[in-house]
Structures are given as C-alpha cells and as structure tokens.
Nanobody, 122 residues
Framework: QVQLAESGGGLVQAGGSLRLSCAGS????????MGWFRQAPGKEREFVAA????????YYTDSVKGRFTLSRDGAKNTVSLQMNSLKPEDTAVYYC???????????????WGQGTQVTVSS
C-alpha cells in the first residue's frame, strides 16, 4: 500500500520561508512523479510543482517560479518543497501527490497525502 504524509506547514509572515516535506511509505517510489498542489479557501485545488524522480526534472507553475524549489531526498523516501519569499496569496492547504505522468492535472496523480496548512500573514 502506498501512503504519503506531509509535514512542515505553519504560520509565517510575508517574505518568510517554509519547508514542506512529503514522506512516502510502501511502494510510493514506484511512482515516477511527485507533485505538490494547493487549495486556498473558496478556490479549486491547483498545481504548484512536480518532480520527475527518474531524472530530477522539475516543473513549476508560473506564480511560484524563482521562489519555490522541489527536491528529493532519495535515502529518506522524502520530497521537499522549499518555499521562499512567501506571499499572502500562497496561503492554502498544500497536498503532496504521486503519479506516473508529469502533468498539472490532478488526474495524473493517484496517491495523495492529507494536506498541511500554510498561512502567510501580511
């Protein structure tokens, strides 16, 4: 059974940083793509970033490029999302997901974590 668990969310002031982690268990890393999505209050869940595990390729949505960095710690079966220069509009529940295709669409990911809250105050 594949399971994902996020950690690292919290409250931070605008301009600050947070590091989210997604720990996988089971056959999680048989999936070849790990992604992060977020859902703000009253909005649909949206794509943030994805990492292809086979070659380290990363892809980011435009609004986080240059501020967020997605990386893998293979030894620990963990992927991390380093978020810098945070803005109030980054406030959302952040979800980790695993799949086999590097796409922005949720349908490409078949395993999801429970989510972690990120709140950025102005």
């Amino acid at each position: 059974q594949v399971q994902l668990a996020e950690s690292g969310g919290g409250l931070v002031q605008a301009g600050g940083s947070l590091r989210l982690s997604c720990a996988g268990s089971g056959r999680t890393f048989s999936r070849t793509v790990m992604g992060w999505f977020r859902q703000a209050p009253g909005k649909e869940r949206e794509f943030v970033a994805a990492l292809r595990l086979t070659n380290g390729f990363t892809y980011y949505t435009d609004s986080v490029k240059g501020r967020f960095t997605l990386s893998r710690d293979g030894a620990k079966n963990t992927v991390s999302l380093q978020m810098n220069s945070l803005k109030p509009e980054d406030t959302a529940v952040y979800y980790c997901a695993a799949g086999t295709r590097l796409l922005e669409e949720e349908r490409a990911y078949d395993t999801w974590g429970q989510g972690t809250q990120v709140t950025v105050s102005s």
